[in-house]
């Protein structure tokens, strides 16, 4: 049973791997993983100190109001349990990215994604990780993660993504 | 791609604008800054030619150029099948009772010969119905390829002759071609004449690419690529081929617009999360930060004179048209309506800056003077932005995406046309979905 829980997630990561664009390989493991984010409530028995865990038991996003850059309660909630985990797996790095949802012009966007993702950044910093292990991007309004024109889809995609890009074990 | 100086090899001989002005009869003419005007008659015949190679791109040439003149919502050509006077009769003399008897109020004709060296001379002439006088007469010689420059060439001195204003037919557009589903567009830039034709691919969708602008002579563009997932400012010259990245910045640099001379950058730079607004001289490669503000500064475009520069930023808590001097002094906000002001970009000519407003969920595209005054909004729709200038300050063309659907259904871009009266809003034509146009200036 756990072996195919197990399974099954890498398959999903294995398809959004196979979505990937040879040019932007660091962008795609936070879009294709939206499948795990879905599973970050209920803690699942994954080997500890892997992409997977976490994806699945820290949680690789948090969410934003619309044009704010602050981080909420619960977002500072996950980035503890982020700064925990890369305090952990000493030798992991991430990017960050930074995206916004669509209700935004796209050059305004970029720069919006840009203080989204310096704002993860700067709160990881501050709670003691190497700001030479975080590396940022921004998206803009480019990538979303859930389709659609509505509230629901817009919150998920106004977003900080915390990509694993080294470091963790696989 | 053939060098441009040769591409053109347009050589305009004559030039016989004679304005015979008969009697005390006003001239044929159409006033463009009237709100809603009844579009002008015209007959626009094929051009004519001895041989069939000749009578074919007569006929390619005057659907080119009706098309041009139906397209700016000025001008009516009358359907061709309602013509009384025969081609040939045309050349030694027109008509004019059997051109008023179909309504027509101005009248084109023209004639195309091959010359000795292959290459084409193609004349035309335009005539006021009424007045029965001729308004304009020119010959240009051309290689056979160039027939459609020619053809734009020939609508834009109509349009002179008539409106009294610069035409914009004999231009180009650049843009972002879209394709792939909604959660990964692939995007690409492509390049085509103002009327869609000629369309190709300048980037093959391996990076991301963004926000394509022109410099001045139209040869170079400036643009945002995701090169080896790295956003910077690049350059790419259209007639090498060649692309390279601007500056060596630390951070992501986007936000690219040429100053009107060509020889600089305007940018955003994002340093530690927080964008300002640069410079970059393309002569010496040296960068100078012109604005410095915790806030988001971002999408400068300059005054044509380059006086001023105009951009948008949230320092007063949500977006803000703002305008300073060239070098980074005398900030001022000019934009005091409801809602989000972006995108800004100065009109050709310094009357007027056109903008992206965001106001009760819905997108809208519209002008204002440059101290924020006589705002008119053109267009709105569920999402639209990026306005981009003809180069006669007349036309706006801007993109517009559909919403999507939880299947990611829907959601496609597509490029319009609108008039500076706010009326003839037209979608252009592309090969699949497009977004972030811009025009050109008139091709040198």
Partial sequence: ?170 | MIRRNRLIGVILIVAVATALTAGARAELQVDITRGHLQPLPIAITDFHGEGPREQEAGRDIASVVAADLERSGLFKPIDKRAFLQDVSSLQVQPRFNDWRVVNAQALVNGAITVQPDGRLKVEFRLWDVFAETQMAGLQYRTQRENWRRVAHIIADAIYKRITGEEGYFDTRIVYVAESGPASRRIKRLAIMDQDGANHRFLTDGRALVLTPRFSRTAQEITYLSYFNNTPRVYLFNIETGRQEVLGSFQGMTFAPRFAPNGNAVLMSYAENGNSDIYTMDLRTRKSKRLSSHPAIDTSPSFSPDAKRIVFNSDRGGSQQLYAMNADGSNVQRISFGQGRYATPVWSPRGDLIAFTKQFGGRFFIGVMRPDGSGERLLSESFLEEGPTWAPNGRVLMFFRQEPTDKDGGGGGASLYTVDLTGHNLRRVVTPGFASDPAWSSLIP
């Fill in chain 1, 1 to 170: 049973m756990r072996l195919k829980i197990v399974s099954l997630l890498a398959a999903l990561l294995l398809v959004g791997a196979c979505a990937t664009d040879p040019e932007e390989t660091g962008g795609q493991t936070g879009t294709g993983a939206s499948t795990g984010a879905t599973g970050a409530g209920g803690a699942v028995a994954v080997e500890p100190g892997t992409i997977q865990d976490f994806i699945v038991n820290v949680g690789d996003r948090v969410f934003f109001d619309f044009d704010k850059a602050t981080l909420s309660a619960k977002a500072q909630e996950t980035l503890d349990k982020q700064a925990a985990w890369l305090t952990r797996v000493s030798g992991a790095t991430i990017l960050v990215e930074g995206h916004c949802d669509e209700r935004g012009t796209r050059e305004y966007n970029l720069a919006l994604g840009e203080r989204r993702a310096t704002a993860v950044k700067d709160y990881l910093a501050s709670k003691g990780i190497a700001a030479s292990r975080i590396k940022t991007i921004s998206y803009g309004k480019e990538r979303p993660a859930v389709l659609g024109s509505n509230e629901w889809a817009w919150s998920q995609n106004r977003r900080g993504v915390s990509t694993i890009t080294g470091g963790a074990k696989s």
